[in-house]
């Protein structure tokens, strides 16, 4: 059985765009994961639903790759789809196309069920799933993880103190606001010159409402297969790793 691709349009709007006028990496996300919220509730499966059974749909890993940024005022059509499930692990594609059917974004996607009360991941019960129509596999899926980030190496950090209005229902940091830590924590000049083509990221530890998140990230390095560059983030609550990734990014000509 194939699961159905729910599609939907959206206008890009001033508030998702930074200076180059063009979508941020985090607000890019947020497009694309508002899709899958829009087909849970097209399904009845509410957050509402979900929060009720004190459950929370958490995200362990994302493989975004990005062949362009859409621009202000830019039609595009999102599309997601819930390929495959198991007992613990939920997987979920997303597109981003231009009016012409021109992908522009593609993101990969790891959920996990957590339990509210325990703060532990808890088995997906098949109601939660069965009206996506994905697969079930036995198999659980290994994506590559991000290199270990080497503390040796780094090269710029900056420190984020959690506000009230960065907090999910979830009780913990949206994940979103790991891609703005991990973009601003590179200078100024580099993210004017160099466009974001590949991140991936994964969560390691929830952070919570007034913890001190430091960014890290190293001295970009130059990939032999593309000549693209490479750097690696971190993001910790004091020794504790939160979060790791790793940005492939192109010169801007």
């Known amino acids: ?55 929370g749909w958490v995200v362990t890993q994302h493989l975004l790759t990005i062949e362009r940024l859409p621009r202000l005022k830019e039609q595009v059509v999102i599309k997601t789809q819930a390929t495959a499930y198991n007992h613990y692990f939920c997987y979920r594609d997303f597109w981003l196309e231009d009016l012409t059917g021109h992908t522009l974004a593609k993101m990969h996607s790891i959920f996990i069920l957590m339990d509210q009360q325990k703060r532990k991941i808890t088995k997906v019960p098949d109601e939660l799933v069965a009206p996506y129509g994905s697969d079930y596999t036995a198999k659980v899926e ?46 100024e000049d580099f993210l004017i010159t160099h466009q974001l083509k590949q991140m991936n990221i994964r969560y390691k530890r929830e952070v919570h409402y007034g913890e001190l998140v430091t960014s890290k990230v190293d001295e970009p390095i130059t990939a032999a297969d593309s000549g693209m560059l490479i750097t690696h983030h971190q993001i910790s609550v004091g020794q504790q790793e939160s979060c790791r990734a790793q940005c492939l990014w192109d010169k801007i000509v």
């Open 142 to 187: 290994r994506i590559a993880e991000p290199e270990k980030f080497d503390a040796a190496k780094t090269a710029q950090s900056k420190d984020y103190r959690v506000r009230f209005m960065d907090i999910d229902a979830n009780q913990h940091v949206n994940n979103v606001h790991y891609f703005d830590w991990i973009v601003d924590s590179l200078p």
């Open 1 to 55: 059985m194939t699961a159905d691709i729910f599609s939907e349009k959206h206008q890009i709007l001033f508030y998702e765009t930074d200076r180059t006028r063009q979508v941020t990496p985090g607000m890019l996300v947020n497009i694309l994961m508002l899709a899958s919220q829009d087909q849970s509730d097209t399904l009845g499966i509410t957050s509402q639903k979900i929060h009720a059974q004190d459950l």
